[in-house]
C-alpha cells in the first residue's frame, strides 16, 4: 500500500492542503509550527477510521478555529495493485465515498465496513477510534509527534504482525493450550519448590521428612529405653544369680560362726596378757631393791676413797705453794736490775740528742746567712737598674713627637702639596718672550725668565722694557687657592713648631729616635722586673727580714755558750762542707743507737715487772688451793667416820646379796609368763576378730544392697515390661519403611513436576526466539548503522520493546536516552512494517516529527534507514526542521 | 485317643506399622479373633490339650491390655493351654511369662501351663507326656530338645514334643536357620508327635513332624499361613492322623502380573477375589504401557484400593511408553511438542540420571494435557 495524494479542507488548522503525486518511497512534508502538519496525519486517520458520522469531542475538534465549516479529507492510495480514491467530509452534511476497482464507487456506511475490511482493523462499538484498540497496524505504522520515543504502543496491531509472523515461521508458540500446560506444569512444580527452586514449606516432601524426622528421633528415644529396659533385665538376672550364689553357699552363717571363734580366742589371749603383766611388775620391784643395796654399798666404797684422795691433793698444793714463793721473790730482784739499766740508757739518749740539735741550729745559720746575701745583692742591683729607667723617661719627654702628632704633620704636608698643585693647575702660564735685549721685571723688581712659562697664581704687574707694564688678574678662583695654600702653609708650620722640627722630614727622624728610647726603656723595666717582681721596696723588706733571722739565730747559737756567735757563723758559713755532711750522718746514728737502748732497757723493765707480778699471783692461788684442800680433807673424814658408825661396810654387803637372790627368782617366772604369752598372741586374736567382723558386715551389707537392687528393678521392669516398648519400636521402624518408600515417590514427583515446568519453559523460550526471527533479521541491519553490536529484546507476546542489550548488557528500554529509545523505536517500526507488507497486510509508515532527539551523527545514519527500508516502504517523514532531511534526496512537500 | 489342637506363631502384638491406623488396628484385632476361634474349635472338637509352640507374643514387653485381650479369647475353651516360649517370648527375666503367670493367677485362670521349664508336662490323666524345649534365649545355638531322648515316661503315655526353632536340613533355602532342632527328634525319642512352631506356614515336615503355622497370616510369603493342626493319636507308636483346619480372617496375597501395551486384563484379576476386602493384595507390575493406557490403569488401581482391604501396588518395573498417538493428543504443534521431545529421549537414555522423572514428567504432561482438553478426553 501507499498514499499517492491526500487533500484536506476545513480540518481543524488546515483551512487547505494539499500533497499531490506523493512517491511509493520516501517523502518529507515540511512545515513550520502550527503549520499543520499533525493536523495532516490526525485527517489521515480521520480519513480511514473514523465513521463520517460520528460526533463527539474527537470529531468536533476536526472543526475549523472559527467553528464553522466542513471538514474533508481525500485520499488517493494503492493497495494490492489497485488504485482507490478516498473522500470523507465530517459534521456538516457527512459523506463517505471510495472508488476502487470495482464497477461503481461505495458510499456512505458501506465505506467504513470496506474500509475496515481492507485494512483489518475494527471499528468501536461506540465512542470514537482508538489508536491502540481499533487502528490494526496503523497504530504502530503512523507515528505522532512525541509519541516516537515511547514504547511501539502496537496494541491492535499485533494480531496483524502474528498473522504475518506465523505465514513466516508457523505456529509455533502453542497458544493458548502451550500457555494452560505451562501454567500447569507450574502450579504442579510451586506444589513442590518456591519461587527460588528450593523445597517448599508446605510441599508434600517436606510434611514426610518432617514426619520422617520426627519418627527417627521418636525411633532412637524408644531404642534407647528399649535398650535400658534390656540392660535392666540383665542387671536384674545377674543380681538374683548373685543373690541365690550367697545362699547356696551358707556364705552369712559361716561368716558369723569364724566371728565366734575369733571371739573366744581373743578373750583367752587377754588373760595371758593380765598375768604376764603382773609377774613383770614384781621383777621390775626386785630389780629396784637390788638396785638400791649395791648403790649403797658403793656410796661406802667412794667416800672412803674421796678421803685419801683429798689427803693426798692437801700434800701436793702444800708442796706447788713453796715451789711458787721462792720464784716470786726471784721476780723482784730482776725488776730491780733492770730500772737501773733504764736509768743509763736514757741519760745516754739525752746526751745524743743534745749533740744532734746543736749540730742542726748552726746549719739553720748558715742557710739564713746565704740569703740575706743573696737578697742584698738583689736589691742592689734592681736601684741600678730603676735609676737607669728615670734617665731614659726623661729624654723621651724630650721627644715630644709622638705617632699621632707626626701623623697630623703628615697630613697637613699632604694639603699643602695639593693646594701646590691645584693651583699650578688653575693659575694660567705666562711666556714673555722679549725681543733681544728686552727684560721683563715683576713689580717689585725681581726679573722674570724669558722664554719659560710663569704660572700667576695672583694678580701680578710685570714691567717690560720698553713697552711698560703688564697686569695680569688670574680668574676661575686661582686667587682662592693661592690664599687655600698660605693657609696650609701656616697650619704645618704651627704643628713643626709645636713638634720642636723645623721640617717634616726632621719630624720623622725625632719620632724614630723617640721610638728607640721608648724601646730601651721597656727592655730595662722588664730586667727590673723579673729582678723583683713585686717591686724594690718588696725586696728590700725581705731583705731586712732575711737579715734579722740571720742575727736570731745568731744569737741562739750564742746562747749555748759552748761557742761563741762568730764561731758559730763561722762553722755554720762553713757548713756546706762534706765534712759538716760526716758529721751530722754520724750523730744522728749515734742519737738512733741510743734510743733503741732505752727502748731495750724500757722492754726488759716492763718484761721483769710483769713476769713479778704474775709470780705474785700464783703464789697467791697457790695458798688458796693449799687451805681449801686442807678443808676437804678434814671435812670428809669426818664424814666417813659417822658412816660408818652408823652401818658398817659388812652389813651393806650382805643386803646386796639378799636383793640379788629375790631378783632371780621372779625373773624365773617372768619368763614362764612370757611363753605362754607368745603361745596364743592377743594382736594376732584381735587382728583375726576384726577381719571377722568385716567380713559379716561385707556380706550383710552385700546380701542387703543385692536384695534392695533387686526389688527397685523388679518393680521398674514391671512398669515398663507392659508398656509394648518392643512393639513401638518395630511400629517406628515400620512406619519409617513406608514413609521412605513414599518419600521416594514424592520425590521422584517432585523432580518430574519440576523436570516438566522447566523442560516446558525451556522450549518456549526457544520457540519464541524462533517466533522473534523474522523481526530481529530486518532490524538488525538498521540496528547496525545506529547501534553497532546491538540486539533488541522484544516481549514473544505482546511484541513490545522491552530493551537492548548492547555489547552483551541488557538495558531496560525506558532506560535509554530519549534520542536511543526515538532511533530504536523507529527501526522496529519500519521492520514490523517490513514483516506486515510481507504478510501481505497495507503498511506505510508516517512519522511526525520522529527523530527529534537524535544526535547529527546518527540523523545523518537514520537517513540511511530511511533510504533503505523505503526500498520497498512508502516512509512519509513529517517535519518542522527542513534542513535536518535535505540531504534525504526525496520529493519535499511544503505545507 | 487323645485328641490336640496344635497350633503357634499368635504373634500377638505385632504392631503393622506399613499401615495406615485403620488398618493397623484391624490387622492386630485379627489376632486376638484368630485365638478366639482356635479356642471355639477346640471346645467344640474336644480336644485334650491346646499346645501353642512358641511366639505366641510378638514381644516380650508386650502390653499388659494385650495380655487381658488374649486370655479373653482363651477362656472359650477349658481345657489346658500348654504356652511354649518361642524366641520372640523366650522365657528371659523380665520376660511376658513372668506378667502372665500372675495376671492368670489374679483372674482366676487355672488352665494355663507355661512350659518355660525342660520338664515333662503329664496330661489327660498321665496317658499324654508333652515334653517342652523352652527358649530361654532369644538364640540357642545348642538343640533344645535333645533332653527328650532321654526322658522318663510312663510305657503307656503318649509322647509329644513341644518345640520352637528350625527343622535341620527341611525348611527353604534362606528361612531363618536360628534354634536348630535335629530332623530326626521324633524318630530319636521316640515321639508320637512334634509340635513345631516358627515357620509361619502350614507344613508336615518331616514323619509325625508338623509346623502348624500362624493361624493370622502377617505378612505376604505364599506359605499356606492360616491354619491349625488338629491331631488324633491312638497309641504310643501309631501314626497320627493330622487334620488342617484354615482359621484366619484376613488373606495376603502377592499377584504379579506382567503387561505390555494393554492393562485391560487386570480388571479380571482384582475380579477374581472372592472377598477383597479381607483381602490384602500385592500387585506387583511390570512391563509397559502407552500413556492413555497408564492413566486408565491408575483410575483402576484407584476403583480397586477402595475395595481390598488393602492394595499395596508395587509398579517400580512398570514403564510408560508413550505412542505417537499419546503424543497426538498432548499437542501437535508448538513448543510443547519440543519439549515432550526433549523428555522423550531423556526418558530414552539409560545413562540420564533424570530418566525416571522424565517418564513421570511425559505422564504428567499427558494427564493435566488432557486434564485442560476435557472434550476429547
Known amino acids: 500500500m501507499y498514499l499517492k495524494s491526500l487533500a484536506v479542507s476545513e480540518f481543524a488548522s488546515l483551512a487547505e492542503a494539499r500533497l499531490e503525486a506523493l512517491d511509493p518511497g520516501l517523502n518529507v512534508v515540511v512545515g513550520d509550527n502550527e503549520a499543520g502538519k499533525s493536523t495532516l496525519l490526525k485527517a489521515l486517520r480521520a480519513a480511514f477510521f473514523q465513521k463520517h458520522r460520528g460526533r463527539g469531542e474527537t470529531v468536533e475538534a476536526f472543526l475549523p478555529y472559527c467553528g464553522e465549516g466542513r471538514p474533508s479529507v481525500s485520499i488517493a492510495f494503492s493497495h494490492g495493485g489497485a488504485d482507490y480514491r478516498l473522500s470523507k467530509s465530517f459534521l456538516t452534511r457527512p459523506a463517505a465515498e471510495l472508488l476502487g476497482p470495482w464497477p461503481s464507487p461505495v458510499s456512505g456506511d458501506a465505506v467504513e465496513e470496506k474500509l475496515a475490511e481492507l485494512f483489518g482493523f475494527v471499528h468501536p462499538g461506540r465512542g470514537d477510534s482508538k489508536l491502540a484498540e481499533h487502528q490494526g497496524a496503523f497504530g504502530l505504522l503512523w507515528v505522532e509527534q512525541g509519541r516516537s520515543n515511547g514504547g511501539l504502543d502496537i496494541g491492535a496491531g499485533r494480531d496483524a504482525v502474528t498473522a504475518s509472523l506465523e505465514g513466516e515461521v508457523g505456529t509455533i508458540l502453542g497458544g493458548e493450550r502451550g500457555r494452560s500446560l505451562i501454567a500447569a506444569a507450574k502450579a504442579l512444580n510451586d506444589r513442590h519448590f518456591t519461587a527460588t527452586g528450593r523445597t517448599a514449606a508446605n510441599a508434600p516432601l517436606k510434611a514426610i521428612d518432617d514426619e520422617l524426622t520426627r519418627a527417627r528421633e521418636d525411633l532412637v528415644g524408644r531404642r534407647a529405653a528399649l535398650a535400658e529396659l534390656e540392660e535392666k533385665l540383665k542387671r536384674l538376672e545377674d543380681r538374683r544369680r548373685a543373690l541365690k550364689g550367697y545362699e547356696e553357699a551358707a556364705t552369712l552363717e559361716k561368716a558369723e560362726e569364724a566371728l565366734r571363734s575369733a571371739e573366744a580366742a581373743m578373750r583367752r589371749a587377754e588373760d595371758h596378757d593380765r598375768e604376764w603383766q603382773a609377774a613383770e611388775s614384781a621383777v621390775r620391784q626386785a630389780e629396784a631393791v637390788r638396785t638400791g643395796a649395791a648403790e649403797a654399798l658403793k656410796r661406802r666404797d667412794d667416800l672412803v676413797k674421796a678421803v685419801e684422795a683429798a689427803r693426798t691433793a692437801f700434800e701436793r698444793a702444800a708442796a706447788d705453794h713453796a715451789e711458787i714463793d721462792a720464784a716470786a721473790r726471784l721476780a723482784v730482784e730482776a725488776v730491780t736490775a733492770a730500772a737501773q739499766a733504764q736509768e743509763e740508757a736514757r741519760k745516754a739518749l739525752k746526751a745524743a740528742e743534745d749533740r744532734h740539735e746543736s749540730h742542726r741550729r748552726r746549719a739553720d745559720l748558715s742557710r739564713a746567712v746565704a740569703e740575706r746575701d743573696r737578697l742584698s745583692a738583689v736589691v742592689a742591683e734592681a736601684g741600678d737598674l730603676t735609676e737607669r729607667i728615670a734617665a731614659l723617661a726623661a729624654h723621651r719627654d724630650l721627644l715630644p713627637i709622638d705617632q699621632k702628632s707626626l701623623a697630623a704633620v703628615e697630613k697637613a704636608e699632604r694639603r699643602r702639596r695639593d693646594c701646590e698643585v691645584r693651583l699650578q693647575v688653575a693659575a694660567p702660564a705666562v711666556t714673555f718672550e722679549p725681543e733681544a735685549d728686552g727684560a721683563v721685571q715683576r713689580e717689585d723688581g725681581q726679573a722674570v725668565a724669558a722664554g719659560v712659562p710663569t704660572r700667576v697664581t695672583s694678580r701680578s704687574r710685570y714691567l717690560l722694557g720698553g713697552f711698560g707694564a703688564v697686569t695680569i688678574e688670574p680668574g676661575g678662583g686661582a686667587a682662592n687657592l693661592e690664599s687655600e695654600l698660605r693657609e696650609a702653609e701656616a697650619a704645618l708650620a704651627a704643628l713643626l713648631k709645636g713638634g720642636g722640627a723645623a721640617s717634616g722630614d726632621e719630624a720623622r727622624r725625632l719620632f724614630a729616635e723617640r721610638q728607640d728610647v721608648e724601646a730601651e726603656l721597656k727592655l730595662v723595666s722588664a730586667r727590673r722586673d723579673a729582678l723583683v717582681s713585686d717591686g724594690l721596696d718588696a725586696a728590700k723588706a725581705r731583705l731586712r727580714a732575711a737579715e734579722a733571722a740571720a742575727d736570731r739565730l745568731n744569737a741562739a747559737i750564742g746562747g749555748e755558750g759552748s761557742k761563741g756567735a762568730a764561731e758559730a757563723e763561722a762553722e755554720a758559713t762553713a757548713g756546706e762542707s762534706g765534712d759538716d755532711e760526716a758529721l751530722a750522718e754520724s750523730l744522728v746514728a749515734a742519737l738512733n743507737k741510743a734510743r733503741r737502748a732505752t727502748a731495750t732497757a724500757d722492754e726488759r723493765l716492763r718484761a721483769a715487772s710483769k713476769e713479778s707480778e704474775a709470780a705474785a699471783l700464783r703464789r697467791a692461788a697457790a695458798e688458796s688451793d693449799r687451805s681449801h684442800l686442807e678443808a676437804q680433807a678434814l671435812r670428809l673424814r669426818s664424814e666417813c667416820e659417822g658412816a660408818e658408825a652408823a652401818a658398817p661396810r659388812t652389813t651393806l654387803v650382805d643386803r646386796l646379796a639378799e636383793a640379788d637372790a629375790d631378783l632371780e627368782a621372779k625373773r624365773g617366772r617372768l619368763a614362764l609368763k612370757e611363753r605362754e604369752r607368745v603361745g596364743d598372741g592377743r594382736e594376732a586374736a584381735e587382728a583375726r576378730q576384726k577381719a571377722a567382723e568385716r567380713t559379716l558386715r561385707q556380706i550383710g551389707r552385700t546380701l542387703q544392697e543385692l536384695r534392695d537392687e533387686t526389688i527397685g528393678l523388679e518393680a521398674e521392669v514391671r512398669v515398663s515390661g507392659g508398656s509394648g516398648l518392643g512393639e513401638t519400636v518395630q511400629l517406628l521402624e515400620e512406619e519409617i519403611a513406608d514413609l521412605e518408600r513414599r518419600r521416594a515417590r514424592t520425590a521422584l514427583e517432585a523432580s518430574a513436576a519440576r523436570l516438566l515446568y522447566e523442560t516446558l519453559g525451556e522450549a518456549r523460550r526457544a520457540a519464541r526466539e524462533r517466533w522473534l526471527g523474522p523481526i530481529k533479521t530486518r532490524v538488525a541491519p538498521y540496528l547496525r548503522l545506529i547501534h553497532p553490536e546491538s540486539d533488541i529484546d522484544l516481549d514473544e507476546e505482546t511484541l513490545e520493546l522491552k530493551g537492548l542489550t548492547r555489547a552483551g548488557v541488557a538495558e531496560r528500554f525506558e532506560r535509554l536516552s530519549a534520542g536511543a529509545r526515538e532511533q530504536v523505536a523507529v527501526v522496529t517500526r519500519l521492520a514490523l512494517a517490513q514483516v506486515l507488507k510481507q504478510g501481505g497486510h497495507p503498511a506505510a509508515v508516517i512519522l511526525d516529527d520522529a527523530l527529534v532527539n537524535t544526535d547529527e551523527i546518527r540523523l545523518e545514519r537514520m537517513h540511511q534507514v530511511l533510504r533503505e527500508a523505503a526500498k520497498d516502504l512508502q516512509v512519509i517523514v513529517l517535519t518542522c526542521r527542513e534542513r535536518d532531511f535535505r540531504d534525504l534526496g526525496a520529493p519535499t512537500f511544503r505545507l | ?377
Open chain 2, 1 to 377: 485317643m487323645i485328641r490336640l489342637l496344635h497350633t503357634a506363631d499368635w504373634q500377638i502384638g505385632k504392631p503393622f506399622g506399613g499401615f495406615d491406623e485403620e488398618r493397623r488396628a484391624g490387622l492386630r484385632a485379627a489376632r486376638f479373633e484368630a485365638v478366639g476361634r482356635i479356642a471355639a474349635l477346640a471346645a467344640t472338637r474336644g480336644v485334650d490339650a491346646v499346645l501353642v509352640a512358641g511366639d505366641a507374643f510378638d514381644d516380650n514387653t508386650v502390653q499388659e491390655r494385650d495380655l487381658n485381650r488374649v486370655l479373653d479369647a482363651m477362656a472359650a475353651y477349658e481345657g489346658p493351654w500348654i504356652l511354649l516360649p518361642g524366641n520372640h517370648d523366650a522365657a528371659t527375666t523380665g520376660s511376658v511369662w513372668d506378667r502372665l503367670r500372675p495376671l492368670a493367677l489374679r483372674r482366676g485362670v487355672a488352665n494355663l501351663v507355661i512350659a518355660d521349664e525342660p520338664a515333662p508336662i503329664a496330661l489327660a490323666g498321665g496317658r499324654l507326656v508333652v515334653l517342652p524345649a523352652p527358649l530361654r534365649r532369644r538364640h540357642e545355638g545348642a538343640d533344645l530338645t535333645a533332653w527328650f531322648d532321654a526322658a522318663e515316661t510312663p510305657a503307656a503315655a503318649l509322647r509329644v514334643g513341644l518345640a520352637h526353632g528350625a527343622l535341620e536340613n527341611r525348611l527353604p533355602q534362606g528361612a531363618d536357620a536360628g534354634n536348630p532342632i535335629a530332623e530326626t527328634r521324633a524318630a530319636s525319642a521316640r515321639l508320637d508327635y512334634l509340635a513345631l512352631g516358627d515357620w509361619h506356614g502350614f507344613v508336615e515336615i518331616a514323619p509325625k513332624t508338623v509346623y502348624a503355622g500362624t493361624p493370622e497370616p502377617d505378612r505376604y510369603p505364599a506359605n499356606e499361613p492360616g491354619h491349625v493342626a488338629l491331631v488324633e493319636l491312638d497309641g504310643p507308636g501309631e501314626p497320627p492322623r493330622i487334620e488342617r483346619v484354615a482359621v484366619a480372617r484376613y488373606a495376603w496375597t502377592v499377584r504379579t502380573e506382567r503387561i505390555d501395551g494393554d492393562a485391560g486384563g487386570l480388571e479380571a484379576v482384582f475380579a477374581a477375589f472372592p472377598d477383597p476386602g479381607h483381602t490384602l493384595l500385592r500387585l506387583v507390575l511390570s512391563g509397559s504401557l502407552p500413556l492413555r493406557q497408564r492413566v486408565e490403569l491408575e483410575a483402576a488401581i484407584g476403583h480397586w484400593r477402595e475395595r481390598f482391604f488393602h492394595l499395596d501396588l508395587r509398579d517400580e518395573d512398570l514403564y510408560d511408553e508413550p505412542d505417537e498417538d499419546d503424543l497426538d493428543r498432548i499437542d501437535v504443534s508448538g513448543f510443547v511438542r519440543s519439549a515432550i521431545e526433549t523428555l522423550r529421549a531423556k526418558a530414552a537414555d539409560p545413562a540420564d540420571p533424570e530418566r525416571e522423572a522424565a517418564r513421570l514428567a511425559i505422564r504428567m504432561a499427558y494427564v493435566e494435557h488432557r486434564r485442560l482438553t476435557p472434550s476429547e478426553g
